[in-house]
């Protein structure tokens, strides 16, 4: 299970921290990410992170200004997001895959319930 929190309403320029604590999944060697989805569209790839090895991937539109990390003793992926934009508003998604990292939302099979995040 899956559980993102930190979401909010935000001045653009503004910053986030989202946190996603995994309850009974070990993912050792697999893969994490955070997507968001837009009203009516599908969900897309923000930050991808491979817990192996330790690399953080990211999309264009948030790189520079987004940070994926985790914290394994408290099983929790974060998602630091800085210089918030308008456009960054949606709901954001954590996922879990066994598996290395994928920008498409459907090789994901575990996934958090999401939490809003709103940039004015």
Not at 65 to 89: C, G, H, I
Request: proline share 2%; aromatic share 14%; charged share 15%.
């Amino acid at each position: 299970q899956l559980v993102e929190s930190g979401g909010g309403s935000v001045q653009a320029g503004g910053s986030l921290r989202l946190s996603c604590v995994t309850f009974g999944y070990t993912y050792s060697t697999n893969s994490m990410g955070w997507f968001r989805q837009y009203p009516g569209k599908a969900r897309e790839g923000v930050a991808l992170f491979n817990v192996g090895g330790g690399y953080s991937y990211y999309a264009d539109s948030v790189e520079g200004r987004f940070t994926v990390s985790r914290d394994a003793s408290k099983n929790t992926l974060y998602l630091q997001m800085d210089t918030l934009k308008p456009e960054d508003t949606a709901m954001y998604h954590c996922a879990a895959r066994d598996g290395n990292c994928n920008w498409l939302a459907g090789k994901y099979g575990y996934w958090g319930q999401g939490t809003q995040v709103t940039v004015s």
